[in-house]
């Protein structure tokens, strides 16, 4: 079996992804509340020159780990302070992730495998969409498969002695993506493995001084200057609150069942996600110390995310490469396996893609009912995720190779197509830059608005936007002056009501969020009374 990683197809699928990703990466605006604070973080760090302590509107923010705001200021000095240079650090990560996918695929299962592996997780949907995000999420899965993947590697005699000391000192860079789980997922696949194949000899090699030392020489100097700076408040505000805290509780308000992430994952593989099924029924972990090491890389990261509190879909990311390496394992297999064997795994394939791509097709009608005026924008593209999925399941029983060429094509093509159609509909519903245009600067007060539309003010407003809890703080800030308040409905109609203000709807935004000028009413002026004879 041919193990090795061609230098050219691997540069075309790279160059393929890479293309994807920067494709009209500017065209849609920062989205929901995450992107413009994050990018928010990142241009104070980025003019302060600072390196250490992550600040926002001037006080230091601790949420978050600082290798996002170093890679975003990169950008911003190349790029200025824009939203493709915001989600460089996330293209970045993704075509890191695919070319570890690649190599461990490759090595373990074959070349084929291997590439077919790389297609799968550099073009699903859900790696695409956070591969185009400005956040944390897809560099925390970049480096945590960099470092399981090349762990794995050396465990399985794969790789070179110098494996350990890399894959160490890429838990290092995710533990400043992310913080502990950078360190801990890594951890948990490999002592993992190493219980169930009691290779205990690897644990000298695993906790070598040259290992240790490479994950120190990386995070610990960040870690010692922020301990240095902020002390017991970060450890409050990281290590307890938004780490401890989001595994144990809800308190961030991100609950979700157990079975939370099939469906994230069958749907955000698509248009690959009928080989999810045959990958994992081909599995034979007892008898292929690659199966029981892929199997353990993707079960215990997601039996720990699904056990977690607090559940959003990029949590899942770091399962997506395990999983990518067994679907490419299984697309190989589906070219090289007997008419008799290749029916069946190639129809239970086809069976969950028609499926999938109806449901992807029905999306302008979804947007219709939603009443999206955009809506029609999508058909192009629910129309070809289901003429694909179509002719897919019609030619892979007897061409399971130009089968799997015209699904990369359509892979590519559906990704294109979501550019086009997805940034109009995407600035309108889930962006609130619309409201800071006319604000030109000025400070904008958010009372009750969505926090996805005020927030977008850290980022759209240079930062000039703050949150009131009541009426008493608009009303001393419009004793100054006239404002500019960002409000939700209820709130709109209470200014509206207050026969001692004067109110301008200058935007009106989505949620029925508005963005109004308020001002003291100037009192008409007296009439003298006409005199009586």
């Not at 944390?136 to 899965?141: E, G, H, K, N, S």
Request: hydrophobic share 50%; charged share 15%; with cysteine.
């Amino acid at each position: 079996m041919d193990t090795s990683v061609p230098p050219r197809s691997t540069a075309l699928l790279l160059g393929l992804v890479g293309a994807l990703l920067v494709f009209r990466l500017g065209a849609v605006p920062l989205l929901g509340p995450d992107e413009p604070r994050y990018t928010r973080v990142a241009v104070e760090m980025h003019r302060a020159g600072e390196w250490v302590t992550p600040t926002l509107q001037g006080e230091p923010w601790l949420e978050k780990t600082p290798l996002f705001y170093w890679l975003a200021g990169a950008g911003f000095s190349v790029l200025g302070e824009t939203e493709t240079a915001a989600r460089l650090p996330a293209v970045l990560a993704t075509l890191l992730l695919v070319g570890i996918t690649t190599l461990v695929g490759a090595r373990l299962y074959g070349t084929g495998a291997g590439l077919q592996s790389g297609f799968v997780a550099g073009t699903a949907l859900l790696m695409f969409a956070y591969g185009r995000a400005a956040s944390m999420d897809m560099l925390l899965a970049a480096t945590v498969t960099a470092a399981t993947g090349l762990a794995g590697l050396r465990l399985l005699g794969s790789a070179g002695r110098w494996a350990i000391p890399a894959a160490a000192a890429f838990a290092g860079l995710a533990t400043l993506a992310k913080g502990p789980l950078g360190l801990l997922l890594p951890g948990l696949v490999v002592l993992g493995f190493v219980l169930a194949t009691r290779q205990w000899s690897a644990l000298r090699e695993l906790l070598s001084p040259l290992a240790i030392a490479a994950f120190l020489i990386v995070a610990a100097p960040w870690y010692a200057a922020i301990l240095a700076d902020q002390g017991r408040h970060f450890v409050d505000v990281f290590v307890l609150d938004h780490n401890v805290q989001r595994f144990t509780s809800t308190i961030h308000h991100h609950p979700g069942p157990f079975w939370y992430y099939v469906p994230i994952l069958l749907a955000g593989l698509f248009p690959w996600s009928g080989l999810s099924l045959p990958a994992l029924f081909g599995l034979r972990p007892r008898e292929s110390r690659p199966d029981l090491f892929v199997l353990l890389w993707l079960a215990l990261p997601f039996v720990f995310f699904s056990l977690a509190g607090s559940k959003l879909p990029g949590y899942i990311l770091p399962c997506v490469p395990p999983l990518a390496i067994l679907m490419g394992r299984a697309a190989a297999r589906l070219v090289s396996a007997d008419p008799p064997q290749r029916y069946l795994a190639g129809r239970v394939t086809a069976l969950v893609g028609l499926v999938l791509g109806a449901l992807v097709a029905a999306t302008p009608a979804l947007l219709f009912r939603l009443q999206e005026p955009l809506w029609r924008s999508t058909i192009p593209f629910g129309l070809w995720a289901l003429v694909v999925m179509f002719l897919f399941s019609r030619r892979i029983g007897a061409d399971p190779t130009g089968a799997l060429k015209l699904l990369r094509v359509g892979a590519a093509g559906l990704l294109v197509l979501l550019t086009l159609a997805a940034p109009p509909i995407l600035a309108r519903r889930e962006s609130g830059r619309v409201f800071f245009i006319p604000a030109m600067g000025r400070e904008v007060l958010a009372w009750g608005a969505w926090r996805t539309a005020w927030m977008a003010g850290y980022f759209y407003n240079d930062g000039r936007v703050r949150e009131v809890a009541d009426a008493g703080e608009v009303f001393s800030a419009v004793d100054e002056g006239p404002t500019l308040v960002l409000a939700g409905p209820s709130e709109r109609r209470r200014l509206e009501a207050m026969g001692t203000l004067e109110t301008q709807v200058l935007v009106h935004g989505p949620r029925e969020n508005v963005l109004v000028r308020v001002a003291r009413r100037t009192a008409p002026p007296r009439e003298d009374p006409e005199p009586t004879s």
